[in-house]
């Protein structure tokens, strides 16, 4: 039973490029949420996608943006990336009926210079 | 004031020691409680659920109050593996979680 798994790793950008981060959920799972963890800091989160549809957002702009897929695997979009997008980006999925139970994914450590 | 609040520390504890962590939090509402461990450049794991009753896993006891809005977590009997970052986490709706900084414990022999 495959867990949470995310994709790429690692990955460097350069401020003002656009990055695109990748999700698959635990097998059964349906729903996914994503969340930021700056150095030092709790996660925090950013969106939640339930059938394919955006369920509830946190406190990000616009240019934090995602998607679902049918088979319920996501992707985290960020455009004209900032120094302070540096970060370890979590996936965690859940069942819709009891999202207070997510599992994280080993995250993907971006790093912006 | 942030949502949910932790003493990042660290906490240096002997190998065999008590240690206690406390957790609060501002929104009156909040439904659900945990701890999640979280292991250096990894991901958080959940450690224990935490219950108005309180509630004990081996080790590890966890307690909530909520007239005072605090959660407690206890670890006896310290183990080096112990050594990790502790997230308190806290719900109020059932959509997302919201973490604390961590409070970081380092376990020396």
């Known amino acids: 039973d495959a867990g949470v798994t995310q994709s790429p790793t690692h990955l460097i950008k350069t401020r003002g490029q656009q990055v695109t981060l990748r999700c698959s959920p635990k097998?059964?799972?349906?729903?996914v949420s994503w969340y930021q963890q700056a150095l030092g800091q709790g996660p925090q989160f950013i969106f939640q996608?339930?059938?394919?549809?955006?369920?509830q957002r946190g406190n990000f702009p616009d240019r934090f943006s995602g998607h679902q897929f049918p088979n319920y695997s996501s992707e985290l979009n960020v455009n004209a990336l900032l120094l302070g997008d540096s970060a370890l980006y979590l996936c965690?999925?859940?069942?819709?009926?009891?999202?207070?139970?997510?599992?994280f994914g080993p995250g993907t450590r971006l790093t912006v210079l | 004031r942030k949502e949910v609040e932790q003493d990042p520390g660290p906490f240096n504890v002997p190998e065999g020691a008590t240690v206690a962590f406390n957790c609060t939090y501002s929104?009156?509402?909040?439904?659900?409680f945990f701890w999640y461990r979280q292991d250096c450049r990894k991901e958080p794991k959940l450690l224990m659920s935490?219950?108005?009753s309180g509630n004990e896993d081996g080790r590890f006891t966890a307690q909530l109050n909520r007239a005072s809005q605090y959660i407690s977590l206890l670890i006896r009997d310290s183990k080096l593996s112990d050594s990790a970052t502790y997230l308190c986490?806290?719900?109020?709706?059932?959509?997302?979680?919201?973490f604390g900084t961590g409070t970081r414990l380092q376990v020396f022999p």
């Open positions: 097998s059964g799972h349906d729903t």
């Open positions: 965690a999925s859940s069942f819709a009926t009891e999202t207070d139970t997510q599992y």
């Open positions: 996608y339930y059938e394919e549809e955006e369920r």
């Open positions: 935490v219950y108005s």
């Open positions: 986490v806290v719900i109020y709706n059932t959509d997302k979680l919201i």
């Open positions: 929104n009156s509402a909040s439904q659900s």
